[in-house]
């Protein structure tokens, strides 16, 4: 059984290892392996920790999953949704996303993917969410920005 549930400072850095496996297929995708989420500190993490709401998915005593959000004016901006390859296409991405759309009732939402992230795309259009914008960073990627609400 897998539960969903606010992450405790204490957690973060199993958070942040969980962050280096999941996003290790977005680095593939790019060619890219300086991308933030692969170098993020612990520090950097515990730092987003006291500004963020941070929830994680909990499975036999091992964290699989992560997302945080936080807001700013009307809009909650939801990040680092990620789940450990190894529980990839289950659901637990969708569920993720759901429960932490549930921290912040009323408000609109918004979050990116790369444009190349075809499942990262497909999850939040099916969850509600629809294309607003694209922006290509320094690095030359392509991100979506999507919003809901």
Known sequence: MIEIEKAKLEDMEAIL????????????LHNDFTIQPLTQTLEESIEEYHKKIVLKAVQAGEII?????????????????????DHQSKGLGKRLLSAIEKEFPGKRFELYTAAKSKRNLHLYESSGYIRLREFVDDSGIRFVFLEKG
């Open 17 to 28: 290892k969980l962050q280096y496996a999941s996003y290790q297929s977005e680095a593939l």
């Open 65 to 85: 999953g992560s997302v945080r959000a936080h807001t700013e004016g009307g809009t909650a901006y939801i990040s680092k949704l990620m789940v450990h390859p």
